[in-house]
Nanobody
Framework: QVQLVESGGGLVQPGGSLRLSCAAS????????IGWFRQAPGKGREGVSC????????YYADSVKGRFTISRYNAKNTAYLQMNSLKPEDTAVYYC????????????????WGQGTQVTVSS
């Protein structure tokens, strides 16, 4: 059974930073592309970022480009999302996922979802 467990969410002031982690068990992340998604209250789930397995390419939604960085450390079977210069509109539940490949910043063919972690940006 594939499991993805997220951590690192919390409450932060505008302009602050958080790093989200996504630790995998039951699957080796070397063989998967990794995507991050978010869902704000009353809104649908939207893609945020994706990192490829083929060449390590990274992709970002325009709303987070230049502020967020996706990365992976395969030896630890863990993926990350570094979030800087956070804005109130970044407030959402953030989910990581493992899948087939990146179609731009959206992961395609999700095999596993994390449980989600709350990020709240407020003064």
């Amino acid at each position: 059974q594939v499991q993805l467990v997220e951590s690192g969410g919390g409450l932060v002031q505008p302009g602050g930073s958080l790093r989200l982690s996504c630790a995998a068990s039951g699957v080796t992340l070397d063989y998967y592309a990794i995507g991050w998604f978010r869902q704000a209250p009353g809104k649908g789930r939207e893609g945020v970022s994706c990192i490829s397995i083929s060449d390590g390419g990274t992709y970002y939604a325009d709303s987070v480009k230049g502020r967020f960085t996706i990365s992976r450390y395969n030896a630890k079977n863990t993926a990350y999302l570094q979030m800087n210069s956070l804005k109130p509109e970044d407030t959402a539940v953030y989910y990581c996922a493992a899948g087939h490949f990146c179609t731009g910043y959206v992961l395609y063919g999700v095999a596993s979802w994390g449980q989600g972690t709350q990020v709240t940006v407020s003064s």
